[in-house]
């Protein structure tokens, strides 16, 4: 008997048709839980390098979590993962919503999609029956349209849909995946999907999901409850409202967008508005704001509001996913709220990634005003600023004219383009579209978090450590009281030290030598939320959340019977790390590729940046070069890989 | 027949505060596994979340009596221009629908607030909820004595009515020789 996992996956050839149902190695689980861990050894077992994104042999793995389905409160990811159109690396887009736990009711950890079809089709995956459904009625429909058309024609009103819009189909290196009230968005996951001939995948389970110690795993649940309690009771104090509580940020449920429109950028993550937000604009929006949300809603299991229903004007229906809401908006320049309602229903039809899609079209609105696009391109656009984002993303999504080069985004676009088009790509890290922040002083945690990790999306992998010093020495004390989701008591001594100004501040504290250990603390807990699939918003993302490193140690041993302690959570979330790591070396990533947006920061301080990633790099046991050297990886019991690295010249003689 | 106390236990369900989350159904079907929490799967579980998301439709049902045979005609309201789809609020396992029976058997489920030895705070559903949305409460009534069959009688019954008493002997019997 298999606990917490169904030990089962999917294999799709979607070339032949043939479906298959294989039982995994419990080892592996072992090895590294689920979710993202054991996707990430699968696609460095089946994938080798030379595959690229739209190759039949780029495999497009759906995945489930260790303790989705459990009563765990949101726990509810689903992990998609593939080599990216847009970057070549290995991406791995997550979504919440409820397609996750009815795949583990309905037998199956992962749908493991490989080949191309060679007609439009969906999958419908309904406990022990799948089949593959021809999709050529759902050919153009909207990304959320298709999943009411698909539990329509199956007559199965609980049946849950990941689909794909226009943009996937088309290829669009920025498709999303839609599903319920969220995407997998990031990296171009929904290209993948369109090009293997996937419009959706349809779900539903009616089986058990084992616990090895159920009663010891509600137990475990009694105190992480009491403290969701405690903490939606008790928001933090001296951070902005928006960090205060735990989820996702709660934009759906708070108004009060200040912090957000003054201290992020507008239009191609360009310039601040510091004075935005006056009486009126929050007035305005206020009112906007509570006439489009009809209800507040969640994602499966999980008793936070993060999503809302939206109900704007003569617009169709739709579920808002949080920072959306602002992004459209702030990148068009368009102060009015009213706005962002209105193209986030076209957009999530689309099924775009509303970080990336926003920027491509300002970027392409900034060419033409400096002339480096032009009137023919531009030709039969509206010139108002509300009306140009709607046509533009009308000819991205289809990829017509001028839409067809942004549909790569700003990095292909902008060498595509020439002309000195590559200066306005200025907000991507390894080819990908990044928030819109740009701040004055170099930040030693963010200048790490930026530069090495392999989400490539920054909202991914920070979290627990306050995003900026507390001003006051009182604020601080206050702040470490109470923390006990801190992997060590030192970690408190750091943050009483952390001033806004002077030595003990951005760019020299915290020290290369501490911001190491802190960022190293919070990429591990993403990395076991991914494989464990909590949403991060109630763990690694946001700051003294319900779930930590003292305390997933229990719920998982309770679950799956495995005697799992802190240590050797670490160790898990290391070794997927590193395999994760070696996967995008292998593909040519190295240490030159590892840097934050140039104008990410006004000030720059290329010594000290120099440091902190050679320091970083010899914390976490790699090379000079950012490659896991052989020592670690051995560690790690990864031998295997330190071999083919080897074998490939990756690792060279000395680096370990 | 004597009349004597009853206790009604009653879950108020505010459907407006209910965020869709079924975090309710996990931990029903989690409490009523054998043994208890070893499993979960919401298919079982006897409260459902009737839900029709982009219609603005999030109503949590408990599973009530078991019904041989369907009404003889159906039900639809609409309230405040929300249409609720047929049956919408009815809390019958009945044969018309594929709600409240076991996945496996197709036996019928029914809430049973939870009774359990010692005997429960609050049904566990309304205690997972963080929203507020399940309320329980209870009061007493006078009532009229009767006599109601046990749960095995009743799911018997429903064997005997299904397949026939014949059927249902020989295959006990075969069952019992089986050990």
Partial sequence: MRYAETGFNLEIDLSSGNIEKIETDPKLTELHLG??????????????????AFDPENLLIFSSALLVGTPAYSCNRTIVSCVSPQTDLLCYPMMGGFWSAE????????????????????????????EIRDAAHLKGKGAVETQ????????????????????????????SIEQSRSSASRGGAGAVMGDKGVKAIAVRGTKDVYLARGAEFMEHMKEVKAYIKFRNENPLKDVMTILAGIGSPQEMLHTDEKWHVESFAWGNARERRKNFWTKEIEESWIRSQLSAVKRLISCFNCPQQCGALINFGDTQRYMMKCFSKLTYGMAAYVDNLDFSWKICQRAFEYGVDSFSTPQILAFAVELYEAGILTDKDFAGCPSDKEGRFFWLLDRLVRREGIGDILADGTYWAARKIGKGAEKYDHNTIKKHEQMNIKLGMMDPLYYLMFSTNEKISITQIEGNWPQVPFA????????????????????????????????????????PEIASEIVDWM??????????????????????????????PKLVSAATGMDLDENGLRKIAGRSRNLHRAFNNRRGMTRADEKPPEDHWKHRFPEIEENLLTTYYKFKGWSYDGIPTKEKLQELDLGYVAEDLEKRGILKDGQN | MAKIKKKIKTIRVDADK?????????????FHAEPKYSSVNPARSRIQVITHRLRDIWVPVFAGEYAEAECLGRNKYVIEEKEYDECTFCRASCPSRNLFKEPDSGLPLKCDMCEDEPPQEEPLCVQACLNDVLIYEEREEDVEEEVRPEDLETGLKLLVDKYGPQKLTDTLIRIAQKG
């Avoid at chain 1, 979710?35 to 690229?52: A, F, M, N, Q, Y």
């Avoid at chain 1, 009281?481 to 943050?495: N, R, S, V």
Wanted: glycine share 6%; aromatic share 12%; hydrophobic share 35%.
């Fill in chain 1, 35 to 52: 979710g993202l861990g054991t996707s990430v050894k699968i696609h460095w077992d089946r994938v080798p390098p030379e595959v690229k």
């Fill in chain 1, 472 to 511: 006051t020495k009182e604020a601080r004390e206050d702040f470490v009281k109470d923390w006990p989701q801190l992997p060590d008591e030192k970690f408190k001594q750091y943050l009483l030290n952390w001033e806004p100004r002077g030595e003990y501040a951005n760019p020299y504290y915290p020290t």
């Fill in chain 1, 523 to 552: 990429e591990a807990l993403h990395n076991i939320d991914d494989a464990l699939g909590f949403c991060a918003g109630m763990a690694s993302f946001c700051l003294k959340p319900p779930y930590h490193l003292h305390n997933y």
């Fill in chain 1, 148 to 175: 009411e058309l698909i539990r329509e024609e199956l007559n199965e009103p609980k049946a849950q849909v990941a689909a794909i819009g226009l943009a996937g189909e088309n290829r669009c290196f920025t498709a």
């Fill in chain 2, 18 to 30: 209910c965020n869709g989350c079924r975090a309710c159904e996990i931990i029903c079907s989690a």
């Fill in chain 1, 103 to 130: 795949l583990k009711y309905a037998g199956y950890d992962k749908v493991i999609l490989r080949n191309k079809s060679p007609k439009p089709v969906y999958i419908w995956i309904n406990n022990d029956k799948v």
